[in-house]
């Protein structure tokens, strides 16, 4: 299962494959197969061992909102360490592996006994784990571009320097030709810093309606 991590987390999930997994463990090609069937079944167990390195504090934080941002601040450091991990499961068809719904769990104690509905409560969680993921994805996108193409992020965007000038300079984009303009020193996208500004926009959103409810609610 470890080498089957490091594998993905070095070189992309795309690169993970049984036979490679034999390899690095120096075993016969189908010595793995005696113990996980597929590699789908491979990679659940990976999915489950990777989000099972996250562990919560039996005493939380008091208050929902700090318990919120430390599970939301724990996922984004497992995708950090495992960006293959955000590839996994969606909105509409979830990974449904138990550690992962550990971090479910965390969250949603978190913001029950506040008088949201189940629907609402649900809904918040929702949010919240889609803004993490969906800026994670980025991290394994970018690894495997940067494999393709040969290029870092930086020297992609230089090779798009005169396309970008062009449709700059052709008067067809003023808000976005003014905002380009006004980089002194260029435009670095800094994921970290994007995760926690959309985070704290999102939960100072969801405050008022956390917090009315819980207002009006007699549950603890």
């Known amino acids: 299962m470890r080498t089957a991590i490091e594998i993905a987390d070095a070189e992309g999930l795309a690169a993970?494959?049984?036979?490679?997994?034999?390899?690095?463990?120096?075993?016969?090609?189908?010595?793995?197969?005696?113990?996980?069937?597929?590699?789908?079944?491979?990679?659940?167990?990976?999915?489950?061992?990777?989000?099972?390195?996250?562990?919560?504090?039996?005493?939380?934080?008091a208050g929902w909102r700090p318990r919120v941002e430390l599970g939301a601040h724990a996922l984004w450091g497992l995708y950090r360490r495992h960006p293959w991990l955000a590839q996994l499961g969606s909105l509409t068809r979830p990974l449904l592996v138990p550690n992962l719904l550990g971090y479910g769990e965390w969250m949603l104690r978190a913001l029950d006994g506040h008088g949201l509905d189940s629907i609402t409560l649900f809904d918040i969680h929702l949010l919240i784990y889609s803004h993490v993921q969906g800026l994670a994805v980025h991290l394994e996108w970018e690894a495997h571009a940067e494999a393709a193409t040969g290029q870092t992020e930086d020297q992609w965007m230089d090779s798009?320097?005169?396309?970008?000038?062009?449709?700059?300079?052709?008067?067809?984009?003023?808000?976005?030709?003014?905002?380009?303009?006004?980089?002194d020193d260029g435009y670095d996208l800094r994921l970290d810093t994007l995760f926690t500004a959309g985070l704290n926009a999102l939960l100072d959103g969801l405050t008022p309606l956390i917090e009315g409810r819980a207002a009006g609610s007699t549950a603890p």
Request: aromatic share 10%; charged share 20%.
């Open 160 to 183: 798009l320097s005169p396309a970008l000038e062009e449709l700059v300079s052709s008067g067809r984009f003023p808000t976005f030709t003014k905002v380009v303009r006004g980089f």
């Open 16 to 61: 993970l494959s049984m036979r490679g997994v034999a390899a690095r463990l120096g075993v016969a090609v189908m010595s793995p197969y005696r113990y996980v069937p597929s590699k789908d079944d491979l990679i659940q167990l990976m999915a489950d061992a990777a989000y099972g390195e996250q562990d919560y504090p039996a005493d939380p934080p």
